[in-house]
């Protein structure tokens, strides 16, 4: 079982941002993601939001670091982690311009993008970009479509559809990668449904573990239904972990002890038929976040 981080710092939601990334800056997510890829993380993402309405900007933050930049800024400085968008709200933007962007990390990181796609749920945003909110799965669901011509091998990719049409029009350079993995976002059934039959895996969004198992079969059968067999990853974003035993309150959900024992705790997921699994660490600042991510590859990834 592979395991991931969403970089801290990058977006700020009340959710999982720690007091310390208010006051943290590129410097700090540099750092992150370099000990993530020397820890031998599978992969670093960053999120998506274009604009944050002033009605969520309390719970939510308005701190969302582009995650084309931001995926392009520290592929410079990482040599082996994959760099994944969980997620990119595909349907805001063109698919054209979406492979422009995405075809370029992966040509520059030398392929190693995984493009991580999501309905969205701001209302405002989508208002204000002048997308359809209310059939945003549909845009989604043909944005796949087109951005499996669009990031393909063709110098001049074609699609022809309801929303999206195009043809005789060449991007390079193209992606490293024959096939850019797209791994679909979301928990809903629609997503669900949709991560089993357009995408290469699935990210949920935040089920917990008794919700997991009944999930990955319905995606097992879906697939199996529709004669797919191609390789496909299921993912699962972990609770909070903290390796060691703490000195501060890292909260009643987090998973803290002996790494032996926490990777034993970590394997359930495996069990359930999950190959990789994001993880978040509690932390008072950048220095232990490090620790942790350290701690967490050289004591526990060996057990995954």
């Known amino acids: 079982?592979?395991?991931?981080?969403?970089?801290?710092?990058?977006?700020?939601?009340?959710?999982?941002?720690?007091?310390?990334?208010?006051?943290?800056?590129?410097?700090?997510?540099?750092?992150?993601?370099?000990?993530?890829?020397?820890?031998?993380?599978?992969?670093?993402?960053?999120?998506?939001?274009?604009?944050v309405p002033r009605r969520l900007a309390s719970a939510m933050s308005t701190v969302?670091?582009?995650?084309?930049?931001?995926?392009?800024?520290?592929?410079?400085?990482?040599e082996r982690a994959r760099l994944l968008s969980h997620v990119a709200v595909v349907g805001l933007r063109h698919p054209l311009?979406?492979?422009?962007?995405?075809?370029?990390?992966?040509?520059?990181?030398?392929?190693?993008?995984?493009?991580?796609?999501?309905a969205g749920h701001v209302q405002e945003?989508?208002?204000?970009?002048?997308?359809?909110?209310?059939g945003r799965g549909a845009v989604l669901d043909e944005s796949i479509d087109?951005?499996?011509?669009?990031?393909?091998?063709?110098?001049?990719?074609?699609?022809?559809?309801?929303?999206?049409?195009?043809?005789d029009l060449g991007q390079r350079p193209?992606?490293?990668?024959?096939?850019?993995?797209?791994?679909?976002?979301?928990?809903?059934?629609?997503?669900?449904?949709?991560?089993?039959?357009k995408g290469d895996g699935w990210l949920p969004q935040g089920d917990p573990r008794d919700r997991l198992p009944a999930q990955i079969e319905r995606i097992r059968r879906l697939r199996a239904e529709a004669g797919i067999e191609a390789p496909f990853s299921v993912g699962a974003i972990a609770e909070p972990l903290y390796v060691g035993t703490p000195t501060w309150d890292v909260g009643r959900r987090t998973l803290s002890g002996a790494p032996d024992a926490l990777a034993e705790s970590l394997r359930a997921y495996r069990a359930m038929g999950v190959d990789q699994i994001q993880v978040r660490f509690r932390s008072r600042g950048r220095t232990e976040l490090i620790d942790q991510i350290s701690a967490f590859g050289a004591d526990m990834g060996p057990h995954l």
């Open 64 to 78: 969302w670091y582009d995650p084309v930049a931001t995926l392009a800024f520290l592929a410079a400085v990482t």
């Open 146 to 167: 087109a951005l499996r011509s669009a990031l393909g091998p063709d110098e001049f990719p074609e699609h022809h559809g309801k929303l999206y049409d195009f043809a």
């Open 1 to 51: 079982m592979k395991y991931g981080i969403q970089l801290p710092v990058q977006s700020q939601s009340t959710i999982y941002a720690e007091p310390w990334e208010a006051g943290a800056g590129p410097e700090d997510l540099v750092e992150v993601a370099r000990a993530a890829d020397r820890a031998g993380f599978a992969y670093i993402a960053a999120c998506d939001h274009v604009a």
């Open 174 to 197: 193209r992606p490293t990668q024959s096939r850019v993995p797209m791994w679909v976002g979301g928990s809903s059934p629609a997503a669900v449904r949709r991560a089993a039959l």
């Open 97 to 118: 311009l979406t492979a422009k962007q995405y075809a370029t990390i992966d040509h520059l990181s030398g392929g190693r993008l995984i493009l991580g796609v999501g």
């Open 125 to 134: 945003e989508f208002e204000a970009l002048g997308v359809d909110f209310a």
